[in-house]
Structures are given as structure tokens and as C-alpha cells.
Nanobody, 126 residues
Framework: VQLQASGGGLVQAGDSLRLSCAAS????????MSWFRQAPGKEREFVAA????????YYADSVKGRFTISRDNAKNTVYLQLNSLKPEDTAVYYC????????????????????WGKGTQLTVSS
């Protein structure tokens, strides 16, 4: 599956933004999806995940309560709604797809991901 993330930009602290990840190449209802991010000078980290049927979601503690992951399988798109943004949310955000079995919590393991999209830059100013 091919992935393309979009929706990043320059916002102020406290603002909201929605990232999108469009998929193509195979039935989108198949893969579970994750968002990761990489801040300058830091390793890439898990942000959020959603099961193929959208029934299950999983979040990193740092974004729980502020970010919401969702998907529209009819549109082959997964979304990440980011609210109450902080300067420390500044990063390149990547979407990734996982085609294998397992519990939702394994979606935090980037080594398991089968496909990655190009990232989208989000900068949050204070």
C-alpha cells in the first residue's frame, strides 16, 4: 500500500489541525494504521494507531486526550486530529500501515510497519 501524508503547516500553540494520510494500492480496509512523529534531533516516536475496522485506537501518553485518530475506509484515508497543540508537538509526522495480525498495542512498534508515507511537517510556535 502506498501512503501520502498531508495537512501539516505552521500553527500557534493552542491551535488545532487535522492531518490526513491517503492510501492506494490495495483495499484500505485491510491494514491497521499508525501515526509516528520525529522531532528535530530526536528519534521517531509512536503517536497513535487505529485498527482496520476503526473499532480500536491506541495513543501515546504524550498525546492522549489531545489527539484523535480516525479513518474513512470509503475514502482510503486515515486522519489525525490534533488539538491543544504545544511547541513540543513540532515534528515531521508519518503515517504507516501494518498488514499482519496482533493486538492494537503492537502498532507502536515501527519495525513492524509494512509501508510508510512521506512525512508532513508540523511546526507549532509558542
Amino acid at each position: 500500500v502506498q501512503l501520502q501524508a498531508s495537512g501539516g503547516g505552521l500553527v500557534q500553540a493552542g491551535d488545532s489541525l487535522r492531518l490526513s494520510c491517503a492510501a492506494s494500492g490495495r483495499p484500505f480496509s485491510a491494514p491497521a494504521m499508525s501515526w509516528f512523529r520525529q522531532a528535530p534531533g530526536k528519534e521517531r516516536e509512536f503517536v497513535a494507531a487505529i485498527s482496520s475496522d476503526a473499532f480500536l485506537t491506541y495513543y501515546a501518553d504524550s498525546v492522549k486526550g489531545r489527539f484523535t485518530i480516525s479513518r474513512d475506509n470509503a475514502k482510503n484515508t486515515v486522519y489525525l486530529q490534533l488539538n491543544s497543540l504545544k511547541p513540543e508537538d513540532t515534528a515531521v509526522y508519518y503515517c504507516a500501515a501494518y498488514l499482519g495480525p496482533g493486538d492494537i498495542w503492537i502498532m507502536q512498534d515501527e519495525w513492524r510497519m509494512n509501508s510508510w508515507g512521506k512525512g508532513t511537517q508540523l511546526t507549532v510556535s509558542s
